[in-house]
């Protein structure tokens, strides 16, 4: 309820109450409805440009939060480096490594696999940044899964390249006498001429002759499981089981310098040239057999011989002579 205000009149000599005029009255609800709007396009404005009124504090939230964009997007570009590098890798792995150890590659879908089953992104969903989080912790994370399959690649080959290397150390590779100027290559593997019938015959190793005496080495890593003279023709002889379906035979011997049951390296003196058994003259005759068959050992002498060497073992192998046997 307003208050009735009363004035002197002096006229009158007595108070009379004061009347308020209807117009003056129009014309403050007109400037309250015009305050309300004025005052409401202000806080729009204001609404619309939030900036020019915030806090420090949130200002520097701000900053945090574009320059953490920033680092996102640097360390989103490092990944792709890393990227660019682990599939490199990769198709080495897959390309020489695995290929030359005779192993199967690695399927693209096995080392790029993602994580399947339960959303293991849940954490950090729901925020303004969701996404760019989200989308690099799963890069990192399949990154991190294609290390572990490298890895466990690398390792594979490291157990094969062992394999592979008691292979290489047990395959016969070398001479079996000291043959420096190749003067020693007797007689072939082939069709010759049998030094006692004179007829041609199937010469099944290969002759080295070398004076009484001259030491016989083992061509590869293996264990003596013959040395005796109780094969037709072979006289005091040694067979050496190299594993892996070789074995290598060193005839006619003069004397023995290993015992049946023992393990030899490739170059050990296993006994010394002679010509017991079916030979004509002092000579080693030498025979490598693979899967129990009779193979050329002329193939097996890469070990220790220059291309122009080989060139030479195989000019004086391939002549048809008459073997020593
Ligand atoms: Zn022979």
């Given at each position: 309820?307003?208050?009735?205000?009363?004035?002197?009149?002096?006229?009158?000599?007595?108070?009379?109450?004061?009347?308020?005029?209807?117009?003056r009255?129009?014309?403050?609800?007109?400037?309250?409805?015009?305050?309300?709007f004025?005052?409401?396009?202000?806080?729009?404005?204001?609404?619309?440009?939030?900036?020019?009124?915030?806090?420090?504090?949130?200002?520097?939230?701000?900053?945090?939060?574009?320059?953490?964009?920033?680092?996102?997007?640097?360390?989103?570009?490092?990944?792709?480096?890393?990227?660019d590098?682990?599939?490199?890798?990769?198709?080495?792995?897959?390309?020489?490594?695995?290929?030359?150890?005779?192993?199967?590659p690695?399927?693209?879908?096995?080392?790029?696999?993602?994580?399947?089953g339960?959303?293991?992104?849940?954490?950090?969903?729901?925020?303004?940044?969701?996404?760019?989080?989200?989308?690099?912790?799963?890069?990192?994370?399949i990154?991190?899964?294609?290390?572990?399959?490298?890895?466990?690649?690398?390792?594979?080959?490291?157990?094969?390249?062992?394999?592979?290397?008691?292979?290489?150390?047990?395959?016969?590779?070398i001479?079996?006498?000291?043959?420096?100027?190749?003067?020693?290559?007797?007689?072939?593997?082939?069709?010759?001429?049998?030094?006692?019938?004179?007829?041609?015959?199937?010469?099944?190793?290969?002759?080295?002759?070398?004076?009484?005496?001259?030491?016989?080495?083992?061509?590869?890593?293996?264990?003596?499981?013959?040395?005796?003279?109780?094969?037709?023709?072979?006289?005091?002889?040694?067979?050496?089981?190299?594993?892996?379906?070789?074995?290598?035979?060193?005839?006619?011997?003069?004397?023995?310098?290993?015992?049946?049951?023992?393990?030899?390296k490739?170059?050990?003196?296993?006994?010394?040239?002679?010509?017991?058994?079916?030979?004509?003259?002092?000579?080693?005759?030498?025979?490598?057999?693979?899967?129990?068959?009779?193979?050329?050992p002329?193939?097996?002498?890469?070990?220790?011989?220059?291309?122009?060497?080989?060139?030479?073992?195989?000019?004086?192998?391939?002549?048809?002579?008459?073997?020593?046997?």
């Amino acid at each position: 309820m307003s208050k009735v205000k009363y004035y002197y009149d002096s006229e009158t000599l007595s108070y009379k109450k004061i009347e308020q005029k209807k117009g003056r009255r129009l014309g403050i609800i007109l400037l309250g409805i015009t305050g309300s709007f004025l005052g409401g396009f202000i806080l729009l404005m204001v609404y619309l440009n939030i900036p020019e009124i915030e806090t420090p504090k949130e200002k520097a939230l701000k900053r945090e939060l574009k320059n953490m964009e920033l680092q996102y997007g640097l360390l989103n570009k490092k990944m792709d480096q890393i990227q660019d590098v682990m599939a490199n890798i990769e198709d080495r792995d897959n390309s020489i490594y695995r290929l030359y150890f005779e192993a199967n590659p690695i399927p693209d879908e096995q080392r790029m696999a993602g994580f399947g089953g339960i959303n293991r992104y849940k954490d950090l969903e729901g925020f303004d940044n969701s996404k760019l989080i989200i989308e690099t912790t799963k890069r990192m994370d399949i990154l991190t899964k294609r290390l572990v399959v490298q890895s466990k690649s690398l390792d594979e080959i490291a157990e094969l390249a062992k394999e592979k290397g008691n292979l290489l150390s047990a395959i016969p590779a070398i001479q079996p006498v000291n043959n420096e100027d190749l003067s020693r290559i007797a007689s072939g593997y082939g069709w010759r001429n049998d030094p006692f019938t004179k007829v041609k015959k199937f010469h099944y190793g290969m002759d080295f002759t070398a004076p009484r005496g001259t030491p016989v080495y083992a061509t590869g890593d293996g264990r003596v499981v013959r040395a005796d003279s109780r094969s037709t023709g072979y006289g005091n002889h040694i067979r050496i089981d190299h594993g892996y379906g070789y074995t290598s035979l060193y005839a006619h011997l003069y004397k023995y310098n290993v015992r049946r049951g023992q393990r030899v390296k490739r170059g050990d003196v296993i006994g010394f040239v002679g010509s017991t058994g079916r030979s004509e003259a002092p000579h080693l005759h030498y025979e490598i057999f693979k899967d129990d068959k009779r193979i050329n050992p002329i193939n097996f002498y890469y070990g220790n011989l220059s291309p122009e060497e080989f060139g030479k073992v195989l000019e004086r192998a391939q002549r048809e002579n008459q073997s020593l046997d």
